[in-house]
């Protein structure tokens, strides 16, 4: 009788384990499509045999030995520097592909507005006192001043556009890197209480792909199992239960925009965090806005600077039609500097075209066209800069075109590898239906067959009783 009870005990067990098996094989096709979760399974350890019968000894059943997570830590480890790099290149590419006011084909780009401009001045030389020509020349002119602004302002609101969307990543950040601090604390306190971490692993897994995304940090793990994350210039972004801040300010240095401050996880700062410190996301950026963009808008300037200088010599220098000198075609800053955002055809001179200055001596007759040709020649004179202005046009839309293409190049490369390591990560930890049913099936199957053991073991158990009871 003590054999059957003893039968009835360990089946009961068994039934737990199977159950316990079965739940997780539903909880996993539950979660088949949830971001972030990773399968998990369970071990069935047999229970030590401690009854002997006769010459053998008899096992006690089944239990739960541990219930695991599928995970592959090889390829886990590529994960987050994959995403890093994924992550600032993609960044990058977007911000200048979003800029096209450098699109030589662009109808009213600086490309074509230098060209009308020049081609007016060609037809005023062959007849300099058409006041119609002259009106015309003024208004090609306006044009390319307009065509600078209009390009400078559209550089500028790509870089203030890449600002918002800084900040806007820094919360997330920040929030993201308090909620892996705080998940470390959960976990400790979980794990010390016997309970069930698995959960709280893929929440702090998807927080710290999402920190290494959008800043390059790398995850680390402690003695105490905690996950660590470092920016890539060392700086720590999580510290166990504790998390830096990430915030921005306007540099007045670089134009109002942004630069990066950091508020340690001890409490002290906030102080300038170096761009190289940044990588990610928010270092693509930077890339972007301090590198092609910023360099594009140099260069506009100095371009604008350069050729409006050079005009405004020899404008300056000219007679108009009423014998008048001094004039300058277009007013400038002193520098280079914002030039091409201020640039623009001298009012006096716009009002007026019989002011603008044709001639080279005195009287300004109606047919001197020096003044216009010497103006034309600047076409193919080498600026300040070292090149003539269309040159240096077309070395600034192919500077920004190249490192667009590279970035776009590098960016498809990197998803590339982002989605490589991504599938392989999925193939060991993600779901699979058809596995989980299989595995249903089984734990099913197992949970029937032991409860029919119960049901065997307790009718012989009332068999022994009834007999039992007869005897006596």
Do not use: C, W
């Not at 470092?230 to 801040?245: D, F, I, K």
């Amino acid at each position: 009788m003590a054999d059957l009870f003893a039968l009835l005990v360990q089946s009961g067990n068994s039934l737990g384990a199977h159950s316990a098996a079965l739940a997780t094989a539903g909880n996993n096709i539950a979660n088949a499509n949830t971001p972030g979760y990773t399968r998990q399974t369970v071990e069935l350890v047999a229970n030590p045999a401690s009854g002997v019968t006769g010459p053998l000894a008899v096992g006690r059943g089944v239990s739960i030995g541990v219930i695991t997570q599928a995970r592959d830590a090889f390829v886990e480890r590529q994960v987050p520097q994959t995403l890093a790099a994924g992550g600032r290149s993609q960044a990058e590419s977007d911000a200048l592909q979003a800029m096209s006011a450098l699109d030589p084909a662009l109808p009213g780009g600086l490309s074509s507005t230098v060209s009308q401009f020049y081609t007016s001045l060609r037809t005023l030389s062959q007849n300099p006192g058409d006041v119609g020509l002259r009106q015309n020349v003024l208004s090609t002119s306006a044009n390319l001043a307009q065509s600078f602004n209009q390009t400078a302002a559209t550089i500028e609101d790509t870089r203030n556009g890449i600002d918002s969307k800084i900040q806007g990543d820094l919360n997330v950040i920040n929030s993201t890197a308090r909620n892996l601090a705080d998940l470390n604390g959960r976990i400790q306190q979980t794990s010390a209480a016997g309970g069930d971490v698995n959960d709280l692993l893929d929440a702090r897994r998807t927080a710290a792909d999402t920190l290494a995304r959008l800043t390059g940090s790398t995850p680390y793990t402690n003695e105490a199992g905690d996950t660590l994350m470092a920016l890539p210039g060392g700086l720590a972004l999580v510290t166990g239960n504790s998390a830096s801040q990430l915030s921005a300010l306007p540099d007045a240095t670089n134009g109002s925009h942004l630069r990066l401050l950091v508020t340690k996880a001890d409490g002290s700062g906030p102080s300038a965090l170096p761009t190289a410190f940044m990588g990610g996301e928010v270092g693509g950026l930077l890339d972007a806005r301090d590198g092609a963009l910023k360099t594009a808008a140099n260069a506009v300037d100095g371009l604008a600077f350069d050729l409006g200088t050079s005009l405004n010599t020899l404008h300056a220098a000219g007679y108009a039609m009423d014998g008048t000198t001094g004039r300058a075609l277009f007013t400038l800053p002193t520098t280079s500097a914002g030039a091409a955002s201020q640039i623009a055809v001298n009012p006096i001179v716009a009002a007026d075209p019989k002011l603008l200055a044709a001639a080279t001596t005195l009287p300004a007759a109606s047919g001197d066209n020096r003044n216009i040709l010497a103006m034309i020649a600047t076409e193919a004179q080498t600026l300040a800069g070292g090149n003539d202005p269309v040159a240096t046009l077309q070395k600034i839309t192919g500077d920004f075109g190249t490192s667009s293409a590279t970035a776009t190049a590098t960016a498809a490369h990197d998803s590339a590898m982002v989605t490589h390591l991504t599938d392989l990560r999925n193939s060991s930890a993600g779901v699979s239906i058809d596995e989980e049913m299989i595995n249903l099936t089984k734990a099913q199957t197992a949970y029937q067959a032991v409860s029919k053991v119960i049901t065997t073991a307790n009718s012989m158990l009332m068999t022994l009783m009834s007999i039992g009871t007869t005897t006596g």
